[in-house]
């Protein structure tokens, strides 16, 4: 059973950085579809990134492109997201989600563009605060 625990998430100033933890204490396997998403108040929970294990390939939504960096120790069964250049607008309680099954990237692929409903074992969040 996957069992996910985020850690990481304080209250920085823009432009700032932070390093979110995802540790999975449960079952894995070499070829999982792992995300993170976020959820602001009174908006809906969305995709911020995803990484196939198999590969290491991995997804990143437009609005985090060239700020975020999603990465995993397998050794560590460790999944991070690093975030650099934080602006106010990145305030939100972050996720850590496993998708439904993986297998191939192209299965991953496919659960990155349904999003939340395809990922099913989620974490309780930590919450990431950007100030101006």
């Known amino acids: 059973q996957v069992q996910l625990v985020e850690s990481g998430g304080d209250s920085v100033q823009a432009g700032g950085s932070l390093r979110l933890s995802c540790v999975n204490s449960?079952?894995?396997?070499?070829?999982?579809?792992m995300g993170w998403f976020r959820q602001a108040p009174g908006k809906q929970r969305e995709r911020v990134a995803a990484i196939y294990t198999g590969t290491g390939n991995t997804f990143s939504a437009d609005s985090v492109k060239g700020r975020f960096t999603i990465s995993q120790d397998n050794a560590k069964s460790t999944l991070y997201l690093q975030m650099n250049g934080l602006k106010p607008e990145d305030t939100a309680m972050y996720f850590c989600?496993?998708?439904?099954?993986?297998?191939?990237?192209?299965?991953?692929?496919?659960?990155?563009?349904?999003?939340?409903?395809?990922?099913?074992?989620w974490g309780q969040g930590t919450q990431v605060t950007v100030s101006t």
């Open positions: 989600a496993a998708a439904r099954s993986a297998g191939t990237w192209g299965v991953c692929a496919s659960s990155w563009s349904a999003g939340p409903p395809a990922f099913v074992t």
């Open positions: 449960g079952y894995t396997s070499s070829r999982d579809c």
